[in-house]
Structures are given as structure tokens and as C-alpha cells.
């Protein structure tokens, strides 16, 4: 994307405050097409260590991007938490895809959510992401995915 520049300006990393983030493989590759690399992805999202510090509220890995909603701790800046999550999540996918090489784009999206509202819109569009894709019927038959409020 010639334009990654302008998804960092005006940028802030706010302990405390809660964003939607969204990652999206290079060339919008399905890297996690494959139960075992969507998997592998998943291991690493459930990793509260890999989290740097903040609070994963609800995630879904999808063939060619994921979605968290995160909320910031004291830890790692936004920028170097989405980094460090990728680099968890490109090389749990390339190990288990037999594959190596990039598997992100350089930039990511942010967005902070304001009122409890906007969190419920945010967790209820991702784990409806599968669904809107038609990769499932119902939210519940898609496995790649976690939220604070619906655990399985």
C-alpha cells in the first residue's frame, strides 16, 4: 500500500483505552486458509503473554487478515504490540505451513472506540466477520475466533 503513512499520523497508544485493530496479509494472501496455520495463528492470539501487556477482548483469524479488539495496557505502544503480534502469528503460520517469508503488510488499521456501545457494534462485527464472508452460517460454527464475553 503506497499510503501506509497516513494510517500512522494521529496515532496514539492510551493505557487503558480500547481499539479495533485489523492486520492484513501481504497481497491479501490466504496464509491462514489451512485449519493447521489458522490454528497455529490461534495459539498465538490466546497467548496472553504475546499481548505485551494489554488485554485481548475479542479476535478471529481469517484466511487473509485477523480483527482484535484490544484493550491497551502499560506495556508495548500500539505499534509495537501489532508488530510483535504478527511476528508471533507469520512465523506460527510459516511453521505450520512448511512456508517462510513475509506474511503481513507493513501497516495496520486502528481505530479507538469511545462508549460501550461502539465495543458491542466492534465484537459483535467480528466475530460476525466468518459469517459476513461466508466462511460460516453462524458465528458459532467458525473456530477461529474468541471473545471475553462468549467464551466456549
Known amino acids: 500500500m503506497p499510503r501506509h503513512h497516513a494510517l500512522r499520523r ?20 490466504p496464509h491462514f486458509a489451512t485449519f493447521e496455520a489458522a490454528s497455529a495463528v490461534c495459539r498465538v492470539f490466546a497467548d496472553r503473554v504475546a499481548w505485551a501487556g494489554s488485554t485481548p477482548l475479542a479476535w478471529v483469524v481469517m484466511p ?14 500500539l505499534h509495537v504490540l501489532v508488530r510483535g503480534i504478527n511476528s508471533h502469528a507469520a512465523r506460527a503460520a510459516n511453521a505450520a505451513r512448511g512456508t517462510s517469508g513475509q ?3 507493513g501497516a495496520f488499521h486502528d481505530r479507538a ?16 466477520n466468518p459469517v459476513c ?3 460460516a452460517r453462524s458465528f458459532r460454527e467458525y473456530p477461529f475466533w474468541d471473545a471475553a ?4
Do not use: K
Open 149 to 152: 464475553w462468549l467464551r466456549r
Open 10 to 29: 494521529g496515532r496514539r497508544s492510551i493505557p487503558g483505552q480500547t481499539y479495533l485493530l485489523t492486520s492484513v496479509c501481504l497481497n491479501r494472501a
Open 133 to 135: 464472508a461466508g466462511l
Open 64 to 77: 487473509d487478515h485477523w480483527h482484535a479488539l484490544v484493550e491497551m495496557g502499560n506495556g508495548a505502544p
Open 113 to 128: 472506540l469511545r462508549t460501550e456501545a461502539d465495543i458491542r457494534r466492534c465484537v459483535r462485527y467480528i466475530i460476525q
Open 103 to 105: 506474511v503481513f503488510c
